[in-house]
């Protein structure tokens, strides 16, 4: 890309670090010239860290910037709505992490208000990119796994609710637990993967059963996002496991997560079921291809190179902004995915199955 791309970093914390400032530095072309975050010495230690850029403690001065072209909201969840309508109406494109929002409302504003201004954003749903992710989507465009007829999919561990008592664990913060934090990136790749079938109805049930008991928790291994974690005056009022099935027009999808269970097995992975063959995915790894082929059974294992997800996440995003038309992880690709969301939050407050 030849244009040159300003860039600002709204919120400095684990994810801008992990991912977004990292992978705009690997792009040429690209400049860092805000680093923005309410706590006023990560701001500046972004400055220090990186060598560039300005440290800014309130996003609001900067919705008049004219050295911004595109923007990073990494901030808590429930920025992420008033930050990102607040640069696109300032002209801005934006990169919001996911999800997009707390709740699917939000995520309509946030769809409407990008529409109004014709501004590019995107949700850092980076699964998308995956090198693996999308051999599986080729498999299945092209038929090999025949018909698509179920995905199960199972994201739970152990001990691993981040941040305990903190902005992750606290429904106003973030909007709910393992379903909107985890379960987000395996429900999105799915939808991906199958062609974003029409949602029918989605039945699910979240839980409260282990966290809550904050002083009492037991993990090992270090917590992520500890930093964040309020062990004496902490609120945890999120799910730490859900269960579900969503029922498209095509496949159905069900699934199983937990932060915290008691069983020590972790599960991590993708079962696309087809009617000529499968595919287990591991994930953020590689996956096997189980088929048939003269009258045996057989197992692939696919050697494949691969590229940063993060890195081609990023580099869509700014492409998007070049040719103005909206990537594959755009707004509008995201709403199916927070429609699950609400519907599986909405199944579980009202115990019984929802609309899509």
Not at 151 to 168: E, M
Not at 241 to 255: H, K, M, Q, Y
Not at 258 to 287: M, P
Request: glycine share 8%; charged share 25%; hydrophobic share 35%.
């Amino acid at each position: 890309m030849s244009k040159k791309f300003r860039v600002a970093i709204i919120g400095c914390g684990t994810i801008a670090h992990s991912a977004h400032i990292p992978n705009y530095l690997k792009i040429e072309n690209v400049e860092i010239t805000y680093f923005c975050d309410i706590i006023p010495e990560r701001a500046d230690e972004a400055v220090k860290k990186y060598g560039c850029g300005k440290a800014v403690y309130d996003y609001r001065e900067l919705l008049g910037a004219e050295d911004i072209d595109v923007v990073s909201v990494c901030t808590h969840n429930d920025y992420h709505p008033v930050v990102s309508i607040d640069f696109m109406r300032a002209g801005k494109d934006v990169l919001c992490e996911k999800p997009a929002a707390k709740t699917l409302a939000e995520v309509l504003d946030m769809q409407k208000t990008a529409r109004e201004t014709r501004r590019m954003l995107s949700i850092g749903v980076c699964n998308r990119f995956g090198t693996a992710v999308n051999k599986i989507k080729d498999l299945i465009d092209n038929g090999d796994l025949g018909e698509v007829y179920h995905v199960y999919t199972a994201f739970r561990r152990q001990r691993s609710i981040p941040g305990l008592g903190g902005c992750f664990t606290r429904k106003d913060s973030a909007g709910g637990g393992v379903l909107i934090d985890t379960g987000v990136h395996y429900l999105d790749l799915i939808l991906y993967c199958l062609g974003e079938p029409k949602l029918l109805s989605a039945s699910g049930k979240a839980y409260n059963k282990i966290g809550w008991d904050i002083q009492n928790y037991v993990y090992s291994g270090g917590m992520w996002a500890e930093h964040t974690a309020d062990f004496e005056n902490g609120v945890f009022d999120v799910d730490d496991a859900v269960t579900g099935l969503i029922r498209t027009e095509g496949a159905t999808i069900s699934f199983n997560g937990a932060w915290a269970q008691n069983i020590a097995e972790s599960e991590n992975y993708i079962d696309f079921l087809g009617t000529k063959a499968g595919v287990r995915l591991a994930y953020c790894g590689n996956f096997k291809f189980y088929h048939i082929k003269n009258g045996m059974l057989m197992t692939s294992e696919p050697a494949y190179n691969t590229k940063d997800f993060y890195e081609e996440e990023i580099r869509s995003f700014l492409e998007s902004t070049v040719t103005r038309e909206p990537n594959r992880a755009s707004i509008d690709h995201f709403v199916p995915t927070a429609k699950i969301l609400q519907g599986i939050y909405d199944s579980s407050d009202q115990n019984r199955e929802v609309t899509l």
